[in-house]
């Protein structure tokens, strides 16, 4: 059994304690059991033979049992192992029960008393050390019953006692046995149930971020043209909700929802002046603009995670009569996925505005699919998706999956100095998407909160905490992790619904307070670091604050 599954310190009091309680225990009942004896003068006590009793039965067990118990917490305090601690524990209690077996008077009834060390190891849910219990305990108990038997002032024949007392001490060390292999299966499909949920855990991390890195390139991509802001999300959002509608699973609109991030992804080898072109575009112009798609094979066909990517990609613009790009694919030679992401795409460039035209209405949309049914599209998916359309379920919702997998994302892989962070956010001119994707949102809301004060005469001060760890001090990823979300809980426990929080990384907050004013800001902080010591043990953590104020 591993260290760290059992609480040593904890069994080990327990036990010391009730060897002690035992030994006294027992000197109680026997100086009961003596005056009982010498009042009565049964047993051969009277005036000329009490010494050599109370010496034998009183005075010398007492001694041995707590001589015993001191010489173990002697040997236990000089040792910090572990494995030393349980054996002296069980030695020890060995000893008491041979010395108590020996010694008293009611010998069948002192003979059970061999089960106490068998009973006690099942604390340390340690097999072994129960079969060393048991075998000790028959050796003490041997020597008990001999002893006895070679003593001349006990001559009632003790085989059968010591008979029934050998099966009863046995009996329950099977009974002991079988207590530690179902304690023992029962943590170990708990230790399996714990793997598999951090496994879990862990891999949900991993996919939140690896989906949020898909994201962020998906925003870059689109970034390039300055009408398709958001598209391939969009894009992606309008591809799951088909796919949810035609019975797809959730692994399989997961899968479907990456593909369709990256579809466009070969844009990236497509020069800003053709992908921003007011006018219609030249043949020339037009070829460059088609070889996104193989640009974006290419790039995505060793992409192990998201193996349909790069089909996606490739003929997410081949039409459905076999007249797309860029191989003429026909019907369903089309992947399906790309066949999905089509009537998406289509679907998003024609309910959005684009540098050429102004978006199309509902009533328009609906007459450009039907014109491109069987022609351009599948038509029983755009059947499936029609029906989306005319019930209005094509809207994109915000996701609090979505929202809490952005804002827990890693942005320390992220080259942006946080002091960087604060200066742009209060010198710059306006925000003008030079700052890391991950702090967006907060830069946009930060625009506006100056507007606003500018407008209307309202202060503000941006609040940055750190807890940030000790350098001597040893903190696990877990720990750092828990730690920044107690620190967020305390912030957002602290600050008013006006005001505005970014977790900026594992380590630092960054808050703008709306007419806090200056002097209330170290009592607000003091209400969230008060907060976070209540909800997290801070030893290993140095928490502080900076503000700068914009008037």
């Known amino acids: 059994m591993k260290k760290d599954t059992i609480d040593y310190e904890r069994w080990k009091r327990i036990i010391t304690i009730t060897q002690f309680a035992i030994a006294g225990m027992i000197f109680v009942t026997e100086v009961i059991g003596n005056?009982?004896?010498?009042?009565?003068?049964?047993?051969?006590?009277?005036?000329?033979?009490?010494?050599?009793?109370?010496?034998?039965?009183?005075?010398?067990?007492?001694?041995?049992?707590?001589?015993?118990?001191?010489?173990?917490?002697?040997?236990?305090?000089?040792?910090?192992?572990?494995?030393?601690?349980?054996n002296v524990l069980i030695i020890v209690c060995i000893i008491i029960c041979t010395n108590v077996a020996f010694s008293h008077y009611q010998f069948a009834s002192t003979l059970c008393i061999f089960t106490m060390p068998i009973i006690v190891s099942i604390l340390y849910e340690d097999r072994k050390l129960t079969t060393r219990a048991l075998l000790l305990g028959l050796v003490g108990f041997t020597i008990a019953v001999v002893a006895r038997a070679l003593d001349p002032g006990y001559n009632t024949d003790i085989g059968p006692e010591a008979s029934i007392a050998f099966a009863?001490?046995?009996?329950?060390?099977?009974?002991?046995?079988?207590?530690?292999?179902?304690?023992?299966?029962?943590?170990?499909?708990?230790n399996e149930a714990l793997v598999d949920a951090e496994k879990s855990k862990y891999l949900d991390r991993v996919d939140a971020m690896s989906?949020?890195?898909?994201?962020?390139?998906?925003?870059?991509?689109?970034?390039?043209?300055?009408?398709?802001?958001?598209?391939?999300?969009?894009?992606?959002?309008?591809?799951?909700?088909l796919a949810k509608a035609m019975g797809y699973s959730k692994t399989e609109q997961d899968m479907l929802r990456r593909e369709a991030l990256l579809h466009d992804i070969g844009k990236i080898g497509v020069p800003d002046?053709?992908?921003?072109?007011?006018?219609?575009?030249?043949?020339?112009?037009?070829?460059?603009?088609k070889s996104h798609t193989?640009?974006?094979?290419?790039?995505?066909?060793?992409?192990?995670?998201?193996?349909?990517?790069?089909?996606?990609?490739?003929?997410h613009h081949e039409r459905y009569d076999g007249h797309g790009y860029p191989d003429g694919l026909v019907g369903e030679q089309i992947p399906e996925h790309a066949r999905i992401v089509g009537i998406a795409d289509a679907y998003d460039a024609m309910s959005s505005d684009r540098i050429y035209r102004k978006k199309l209405t509902k009533g328009q949309i609906r007459e450009q699919f039907d014109r491109g049914r069987g022609s351009q599209f599948d038509p029983n998916l755009l059947n499936i998706f029609l029906e989306l359309f005319e019930r209005d379920e094509l809207l994109i919702k915000a996701s609090p999956e979505l929202e809490d997998n952005v804002e827990y994302a890693s942005?320390?892989?992220?080259?942006?100095?946080?002091?960087?962070?604060?200066?742009?956010?209060?010198?710059?001119?306006?925000?003008?998407?030079?700052?890391?994707?991950?702090?967006?949102?907060f830069s946009l809301l930060y625009e506006y909160v100056k507007k606003m004060g500018e407008r209307y005469g309202h202060t503000f001060e941006i609040v940055t905490i750190t807890a940030a760890p000790k350098p001597d001090f040893p903190i696990s990823d877990d720990d750092l992790e828990r730690a920044s979300g107690v620190m967020e809980l305390a912030v957002r426990k602290n600050i008013r619904a006006v005001d505005i929080y970014t977790r900026y990384s594992r380590t630092q907050h960054v808050a703008i307070l709306i007419n806090a004013g200056t002097?209330?800001?170290?009592?607000?902080?003091?209400?969230?670091?008060?907060?976070?010591?209540?909800?997290?043990?801070?030893?290993?953590?140095?928490?502080?604050?900076?503000?700068?104020?914009?008037?």
Do not use: W
């Open 35 to 86: 005056i009982l004896l010498y009042v009565t003068r049964s047993q051969g006590y009277g005036p000329d033979t009490i010494v050599i009793k109370l010496l034998r039965y009183l005075v010398l067990t007492t001694a041995i049992n707590f001589i015993s118990i001191f010489v173990g917490q002697y040997i236990i305090r000089k040792s910090k192992d572990y494995e030393l601690h349980k």
């Open 168 to 190: 009863f001490n046995v009996g329950i060390f099977v009974i002991c046995r079988i207590i530690l292999d179902t304690l023992a299966e029962r943590r170990e499909r708990l």
């Open 211 to 241: 989906f949020q890195m898909l994201r962020t390139l998906a925003q870059a991509i689109d970034a390039k043209d300055r009408y398709t802001n958001g598209h391939s999300f969009r894009v992606a959002e309008y591809s799951v909700m």
């Open 273 to 289: 002046s053709i992908l921003n072109k007011p006018g219609k575009l030249d043949e020339l112009e037009f070829s460059v603009m």
């Open 294 to 315: 193989t640009v974006g094979s290419e790039i995505l066909d060793n992409m192990i995670m998201i193996p349909g990517a790069a089909a996606v990609a490739a003929h």
């Open 411 to 441: 942005v320390e892989s992220v080259a942006v100095d946080l002091q960087r962070f604060i200066d742009e956010l209060i010198t710059g001119e306006g925000y003008n998407g030079a700052m890391s994707v991950d702090h967006q949102d």
């Open 519 to 551: 002097d209330n800001i170290d009592t607000i902080v003091q209400r969230i670091f008060s907060d976070f010591y209540k909800m997290f043990d801070t030893k290993g953590f140095d928490l502080s604050y900076e503000t700068k104020k914009h008037e």
